[in-house]
């Protein structure tokens, strides 16, 4: 069963700061990786997805990693702006043969303040 | 496209009642999925269809809930009777089956109250 987890829970940070957030996932055969943000009272929206072939992918200031051999992937936000404050989620592939089923981590609940 | 559409936005009802949430995917997409978010369990999967056959309904947490999804462009999720810890955000989302590149697309969601 896929377990993620992210860290940290919250981050407040002033802005212009470049910020990373972690994710974990404890099955390693996954096809994918996806980030989500989630403003208040919203659906998700997706961020970046990366395929098991890659180990990166950018948009924007966004860059996302992928690591499946340690079961890791990082965001990271450059030049951090108050409008990029969310709730960001990680979302793994829930294993065997469940294809598009989705496990998700708790979220890192983002604060950029001016 | 409108994206994905749910109704109602909000539902404020009494514990023993019966509640329906709806759903509309994105046209063409093949896969659709139900989730719940709550402060203590985050965001789960409670069932999902594709080509609108259900797949995989391990999530539902039980017997007092039941998703159906007659047609491509159509699903409900109901909850008979409802219970005040079935309040949580409900979401809909859906994708194009097949693609792995394909994210999923998520709707607004249904804020459910059970008083």
């Known amino acids: 069963k896929q377990e993620v987890t992210q860290i940290p829970a919250a981050l407040s940070v002033p802005e212009g700061e470049n910020l990373v957030l972690n994710c974990s996932f404890t099955d390693s055969a996954i096809y994918n990786l996806q980030w989500f943000r989630q403003d208040p009272g919203k659906g998700l929206t997706s961020l970046l997805l990366?395929?098991?072939?890659?180990r990166e992918q950018t948009s924007g200031r966004l860059n996302a990693s992928l690591d499946k051999s340690s079961g890791r992937s990082t965001l990271y936000i450059a030049a951090s702006q108050p409008g990029d404050s969310a709730t960001y989620l990680c979302a793994a592939p829930a294993g065997g043969t469940s294809y598009g089923k989705l496990t998700f981590g708790q979220g890192t609940i983002l604060t950029v303040h001016p | 496209d409108a994206g994905v559409i749910q109704s109602p936005r909000h539902e404020v009802t009494e514990m023993g009642q019966e509640v329906t949430l709806r759903c509309k995917p994105i046209?063409?997409?093949?896969?659709l999925f139900w989730y719940r978010q709550t402060m203590m369990r985050g965001l789960e999967l409670l069932i999902y269809?594709?080509?609108?056959?259900?797949?995989?309904d391990s999530g539902m947490p039980e017997d007092r809930f039941s998703a159906k999804m007659p047609n491509a462009s159509f699903s409900t999720l109901k909850i008979q009777p409802s219970e005040p810890r079935d309040s949580a955000v409900y979401f809909c989302?859906?994708?194009?089956?097949?693609?792995?590149?394909?994210?999923?697309?998520f709707g607004p969601g249904t804020r459910l109250l059970v008083l």
């Open positions: 989302a859906s994708r194009e089956l097949g693609l792995a590149e394909e994210t999923q697309y």
């Open positions: 990366i395929q098991s072939s890659q």
């Open positions: 269809f594709n080509n609108n056959v259900p797949i995989d």
């Open positions: 046209s063409g997409h093949n896969s």
